[in-house]
């Protein structure tokens, strides 16, 4: 797909760990598989990329690996990226939201501090301490996140403990007084007794596709593999949100079937419908085969409205893409590089 | 185009010399933080170097403190507004940080060294001082003050004074015209005391203050924050008179018998059931802040509006503060103030009172006052600001309260402001050896002329008599001296780059610098007429 040079791109992907997996089956969703050799080797090849070199590494290394150039392209978790990047540096976001992988990072506190469920409520108990000469501790893996947090609330008074490893664990070890942590679901938080402030989500965060900026500018097969990348995984978002229906609809006059469809939303499709006629024996169009593509969420209504207008058989497929005139995602990448 | 800046860009990668670290890539500035290129550094110095006249003039002494303090001086009373500003690290286990600021490290090194010298102490300093901002023009994440600090003066002759000298400063530097905005914190703090505001509270509005004056917030962001930092409490009245209705200790039991109940020890963590009851039972007891607030940010709003020059907005302050029944002294200190400065022949024109403005640090006690280079009305940046602190020493561990004010002024703000034309000595005269055998004998006579007080530059490239005589002339030099000859029997030529051009020459040191400087003062007469 990209003509050759001989260079080639390098693509860090996330191993071991929770988005490893999702990683790989996202990919292959958007049409870009992974082809593993062996599964406990660290380098792999994609198909539809014969010059992306791919190299499986843990998250925060894909980060710093990118950020540092090391590697051109890379996918990993938004929390890495918003807590390692600083201004100025080599990191770029190519796609934010890939839709999966999706974690919240929160502030929590033992269950049991009744007087403490809102970060203003941890404001007045940060000042209350700071007045006794007693540091409000909180450990966490993602100070620079926290930080900003804590004073957009106007928490002031705080001591960050960096830690590592269990995390939920230090109110109950007795090493901090509160936690700034990553949670999915908040089992492990409810596990260890904590709970998460109200309006205590510092971060949702996603996998995302991330870039190094001097090596993207410099143009070459790296940007282009990141344009192609891009479309796909923009029109494999769009077109998942879509389904594709194909409908048999006894019918004499088509142009008489088209109005009526247009003045149903769920059936009038993204740009009208389209129809392929279906003939008996004496040669007379007597149905046509209809093919529209509908909202999921519409998908319901839209089958009711096709057997209102007397359809027997509704195929329903989903849509793997929608390709725009233009990719907003590569035109993103553009204008972040100036080239736009 | 993009493609050609990157091929130059890729071209001048391919040009830069291969060190022992293989090719080197450029490494950039930090965002926010600026080089001083020459021209730039010659103003800043003579900036700096007519302050510091003025304030000696004045009996202030220099001081200086280091760049890194503990974080904690800086958050005892500047407040929180200069927290998430600060530079600040965990070095071998200590918070440390890059001073954001002078006053709280000149207070510490007061109460270190100087308490048992006879007040007043009116010490002055300048150097870079650090805040981490969004960087935009006039504001820079690391930048310059010069500050004076008078402690141990009592208001409201040492406020007159300070303020005096901060005109005389921006005189001194080039400035002649300027807008006092004067102000007093005592009116919004006696407010806040009566309100009865909770700590948190009475940080919000004070920090708010600035907010509040600025043409592009005002009230509308200051109440967005309002809404972002106090949501809407859960707790009713019900709840409220359920609690007041009830003995507290009778309160205590009933809760902790019920947390106990819950198996809740084993969920407090680092607090204990009667922290968490005392914090529930504080929290149902506390009056609502945010009307309070409200109702303080309304006061400080009319006062904003009521700004003016003094005649005027005197007495319109004076009926608010009637109408909201505050006490008269902050106004009648500020009258006195006022009336110094005009007695001592500042013009009133000059001065605008406006008693709702704040300054974001929360260690002012009394008159507070900002220098702006014309009637503030959009985002112009002030040169100067100040105030009066006397709290300050005492919260630094001072052996009693110590009155003291002081000011600061940006001295790169001043210099985008003066109309001075600022220059450094420039040197007199171009030294080039005809020969490397040379060198020694040009560095000799370098050497005899720096003596006699002339500023004189040496080629070090070796270039011809020809370069030499056009890079002096691009520089502005009067003089190229060339020395040829023999390292034993060296020649001197002295030659005047001005036209007409002359060349005279010497074989003795000595008569060069002679003739040299025989030629400057003959040189210095003939200019006169034109001059």
């Given at each position: 797909m990209v003509r050759g040079t001989g260079e080639m791109v390098r693509l860090a992907l996330p191993s071991k760990g929770q988005l490893e997996e999702p990683t790989l089956a996202f990919l292959e969703r958007c049409g870009m598989r992974v082809s593993k050799t062996n599964p406990r080797q660290y380098l792999a090849r994609m198909p539809a990329f014969p010059q992306v070199e791919v190299l499986f590494q843990r998250p925060a290394d894909i980060f710093a690996k990118v950020r540092d150039g090391d590697v051109c392209l890379g996918i990993t978790g938004f929390d890495i990226v918003a807590e390692g990047r600083s201004d100025g540096d080599e990191i770029l976001v190519l796609y934010e939201n890939l839709g999966y992988g999706g974690c919240d990072l929160v502030l929590a506190v033992p269950e049991g501090w009744l007087d403490v469920n809102c970060?203003?409520?941890?404001?007045?108990?940060?000042?209350?301490?700071?007045?006794?000469?007693?540091?409000?501790?909180?450990?966490?893996?993602?100070?620079?996140?926290?930080?900003?947090?804590?004073?957009?609330?106007?928490?002031?008074?705080?001591?960050?403990?960096?830690?590592?490893?269990?995390?939920?664990?230090?109110?109950?070890?007795?090493?901090?007084?509160?936690?700034?942590?990553?949670?999915?679901?908040?089992?492990?938080?409810?596990?260890?007794?904590?709970?998460?402030l109200d309006d205590g989500v510092i971060l949702h965060s996603e996998a995302c596709f991330i870039g190094n900026r001097s090596k993207?500018?410099?143009?070459?097969?790296?940007?282009a593999v990141a344009e192609q990348m891009l479309e796909f995984i923009e029109a494999h978002h769009r077109g998942r949100r879509y389904r594709s229906i194909l409908a048999n609809i006894p019918c004499h006059e088509p142009a008489a079937l088209a109005r009526q469809m247009?003045?149903?939303?769920?059936?009038?499709?993204?740009?009208?419908?389209?129809?392929?006629?279906?003939?008996?024996?004496?040669?007379?169009?007597?149905?046509?085969?209809?093919?529209?593509?509908?909202?999921?969420?519409?998908?319901?209504?839209?089958?009711?409205?096709?057997?209102?207008?007397?359809?027997?058989?509704?195929?329903?497929?989903?849509?793997?893409?929608?390709?725009?005139?233009?990719?907003e995602a590569v035109k993103r990448l553009h204008r972040a590089l100036g080239r736009g | 185009m993009v493609q050609e800046l990157e091929e130059e860009q890729s071209m001048e990668q391919e040009r830069r010399p291969e060190t022992p670290l293989g090719r080197s890539r450029r490494i950039e500035r930090l965002?926010?933080?600026?080089?001083?290129?020459?021209?730039?550094?010659?103003?800043?110095?003579?900036?700096?170097?007519?302050?510091?006249?003025?304030?000696?003039?004045?009996?202030?002494?220099?001081?200086?403190?280091?760049?890194?303090?503990?974080?904690?001086?800086?958050?005892?009373?500047?407040?929180?507004?200069?927290?998430?500003?600060?530079?600040?690290?965990?070095?071998?286990?200590?918070?440390?940080?890059?001073?954001p600021e002078f006053t709280a490290s000149v207070g510490r090194l007061y109460v270190e060294s100087l308490q048992d010298e006879p007040l007043p102490q009116r010490l002055y300093y300048h150097g870079p001082v650090f805040r981490y901002e969004k960087p935009q023009r006039g504001r820079r994440r690391q930048f310059t003050q010069f500050g004076l600090e008078i402690i141990g003066g009592e208001s409201p002759l040492a406020d007159a004074?300070?303020?005096?000298?901060?005109?005389?400063?921006?005189?001194?530097?080039?400035?002649?015209?300027?807008?006092?905005?004067?102000?007093?914190?005592?009116?919004?703090?006696?407010?806040?005391?009566?309100?009865?505001?909770?700590?948190?509270?009475?940080?919000?509005?004070?920090?708010?203050?600035?907010?509040l004056g600025r043409p592009d917030r005002g009230?509308?962001?200051?109440?967005?924050?309002?809404?972002?930092?106090?949501?809407?409490?859960?707790?009713?009245?019900?709840?409220?008179?359920?609690?007041?209705?009830?003995?507290?200790?009778?309160?205590?039991?009933?809760?902790?018998?019920?947390?106990?109940?819950?198996?809740?020890?084993?969920?407090?963590?680092?607090?204990?059931?009667?922290?968490?009851?005392?914090?529930?039972?504080?929290?149902?007891?506390?009056?609502?802040?945010?009307?309070?607030?409200?109702?303080?940010?309304?006061?400080?709003?009319?006062?904003?509006?009521?700004?003016?020059?003094?005649?005027?907005?005197?007495?319109?302050?004076?009926?608010?503060?009637?109408?909201?029944?505050?006490?008269?002294?902050?106004?009648r200190n500020l009258t006195d103030i006022v009336e110094l400065l005009q007695a001592a022949g500042l013009p009133e024109e000059r001065i605008i009172v406006n008693l709702g403005m704040g300054r974001g640090l929360y260690y002012y006690t009394g008159m507070i006052f900002e220098i702006y280079p014309t009637l503030p009305q959009g985002d112009e940046q002030q040169l100067c600001g100040g105030g009066r602190y006397d709290d300050l020493i005492a919260a630094l561990g001072g052996r009693q309260r110590t009155p003291a004010c002081g000011l600061a002024y940006g001295i790169q703000r001043l210099a985008a402001c003066t109309k001075e034309q600022w220059k450094s000595e420039a040197p007199q005269a171009l030294v080039c050896a005809a020969s490397p055998a040379l060198h020694g004998q040009s560095l000799a006579l370098m050497r005899r002329l720096r003596q006699e007080g002339l500023c004189v530059e040496l080629d070090l490239r070796n270039r011809s008599q020809r370069a030499n005589m056009d890079y002096a002339m691009k520089k502005g030099l009067a003089h190229l001296i060339v020395v040829d000859g023999t390292p034993t029997a060296p020649q001197y030529h002295l030659m005047l780059l001005s036209s007409p051009r002359q060349s005279v020459s010497f074989s003795h040191a000595q008569e060069l610098v002679d003739a040299l400087l025989g030629q400057g003062r003959a040189g210095g007469e003939k200019e006169t007429p034109h001059g």
């Open positions: 970060a203003a409520d941890l404001a007045d108990l940060a000042l209350e301490w700071w007045e006794q000469g007693r540091p409000l501790r909180i450990a966490t893996k993602y100070p620079n996140l926290v930080r900003e947090f804590l004073y957009r609330k106007d928490i002031h008074h705080f001591t960050l403990v960096e830690a590592s490893g269990a995390i939920e664990a230090a109110p109950a070890i007795g090493y901090a007084d509160l936690i700034a942590d990553i949670t999915a679901t908040g089992t492990t938080l409810r596990e260890n007794r904590l709970k998460q993207l500018a410099r143009g070459g097969p790296a940007l247009l003045g149903r939303p769920a059936i009038a499709g993204l740009r009208g419908p389209s129809f392929l006629p279906i003939y008996d024996a004496n040669g007379d169009c007597v149905a046509v085969t209809v093919s529209i593509v509908v909202w999921e969420e519409q998908l319901h209504q839209a089958i009711q409205e096709f057997r209102r207008l007397g359809s027997t058989e509704v195929i329903v497929s989903p849509v793997e893409y929608i390709f725009g005139a233009e990719s | 965002r926010g933080m600026d080089d001083v290129l020459p021209s730039a550094a010659v103003c800043q110095r003579g900036i700096i170097g007519r302050l510091s006249q003025v304030a000696e003039s004045h009996g202030f002494r220099p001081v200086d403190v280091p760049v890194f303090e503990y974080t904690e001086l800086f958050l005892r009373k500047s407040g929180e507004v200069l927290a998430p500003k600060l530079y600040s690290f965990t070095f071998y286990n200590r918070s440390i940080c890059a001073r004074e300070l303020i005096l000298t901060a005109c005389e400063g921006l005189e001194a530097v080039g400035i002649a015209s300027y807008c006092i905005v004067l102000g007093h914190i005592g009116a919004m703090l006696d407010l806040l005391k009566r309100l009865k505001l909770d700590r948190r509270a009475r940080n919000f509005v004070l920090s708010n203050l600035e907010n009230l509308p962001y200051v109440e967005e924050r309002l809404q972002e930092l106090y949501p809407p409490a859960e707790r009713s009245a019900a709840h409220q008179q359920l609690v007041s209705g009830t003995r507290r200790e009778d309160a205590r039991a009933v809760l902790s018998a019920l947390l106990g109940r819950l198996n809740a020890e084993s969920a407090l963590g680092s607090r204990t059931v009667d922290e968490v009851v005392d914090g529930v039972l504080n929290q149902l007891s506390r009056p609502d802040q945010v009307p309070l607030i409200r109702q303080a940010l309304a006061l400080a709003e009319q006062l904003h509006r009521a700004a003016g020059p003094p005649q005027k907005a005197l007495p319109a302050a004076a009926a608010l503060l009637e109408g909201h029944h505050l006490s008269q002294e902050p106004l």
